[in-house]
């Protein structure tokens, strides 16, 4: 290896004093591959998404609305009752 | 991946660029929107693209920024992206790289003596244990910081094209617009006093090559 093939060397070899972090690695390449997946993600299929029927969440959410709705009335009734008392 | 290109990933050293056909193979694959193929193009390219972009910005945290900004556009502009002899995809992903780097206007020079200490960097995997030895890797960085700082734009760019992403002087020429011969000079020239401000420092870490 000639003088100048060597100081090369031993400059690149000092630039790995830049290489990145193993979390710096993992968090940029999170970033961009969720730039990534949106990229190639159709916008129909993201509307398409947003219209997916999901009998589990659905039926979660209608227990919850009906609970709360059970609840809510006589503790609102009494509360106005006491308001007006 | 290659036999020889796996044994330079291995042993640290700046390998030479992964066989342009596998890299051809993995960007078709990308712009099908292929997440595996764009995953490992990350991974074969970061330490390149983020060494000359820190070496270009006031902090770890613009140089990371740059960085994914510069990969997420590259991949989004997958279509346009033309293979050409002698013009490596790492000489274009680069390019991308210097453009956003320029545009976000945190040129190295400005800034750089402000930066917090080098320690705050993140150690890599396999970093010195030795307290004494990271506070001089430490030292050795910020010195390196420091003396880039000190030089033109244009030859800091060459530098980072060349020394930190290991780019041939021809490819360097061509992503700057300059010539091959201009490229060489400025490496000569910055080489020795980069070489020259270092030196203390890899003499202790035994790295000096002369």
């Known amino acids: ?85 | 991946m290659t036999l020889t290109y796996a044994f330079s990933l291995a042993f640290g050293a700046l390998p030479d660029a992964p066989p342009e056909d596998e890299i051809q193979a993995l960007l078709e694959a990308a712009r099908l929107g292929a997440e595996d193929a764009a995953r490992r193009l990350y991974r074969l390219f970061v330490d390149r693209v983020y060494r000359a972009v820190r070496s270009l910005s006031a902090s770890d945290a613009d140089a990371e920024e740059v960085t994914q900004d510069s990969f997420a556009k590259a991949f989004a502009a997958l279509h346009r992206y033309r293979p050409q002899a002698g013009k490596p995809f790492l000489s274009w992903l680069l390019t991308i790289a210097l453009n956003t780097a320029r545009t976000r206007g945190r040129s190295l020079a400005r800034r750089a003596r402000r930066e917090a200490p080098a320690l705050e960097h993140e150690p890599q995997d396999g970093a010195a244990p030795d307290p004494e030895e990271r506070l001089l890797q430490g030292e050795l960085r910020r010195v390196l910081i420091g003396a880039l700082a000190d030089l033109p734009e244009r030859d800091r760019e060459v530098v980072a094209l060349r020394y930190c992403s290991g780019l041939k002087a021809p490819a360097v020429a061509e992503a700057l617009g300059l010539t091959a011969a201009n490229v060489r000079k400025i490496c000569e020239r910055r080489r020795s006093q980069l070489i020259a401000i270092l030196e203390p420092y890899l003499s202790e870490t035994g790295e000096v090559r002369r």
């Open chain 1, 1 to 85: 290896m000639n003088d100048s093939a060597r100081l090369d060397t031993t400059l690149i070899d000092a630039m790995t004093r830049f290489d990145p972090g193993p979390n710096a690695v993992r968090r940029m390449g999170h970033r961009i591959e969720a730039a990534f997946v949106a990229d190639h993600t159709p916008l129909v299929a993201e509307w398409m998404e947003l219209l997916r029927v999901r009998p589990l969440a659905g039926l979660g959410y209608s227990l919850a609305g009906a609970a709360a709705l059970l609840l809510l009335t006589p503790l609102g009734w009494l509360l106005s009752a006491v308001l007006a008392f």
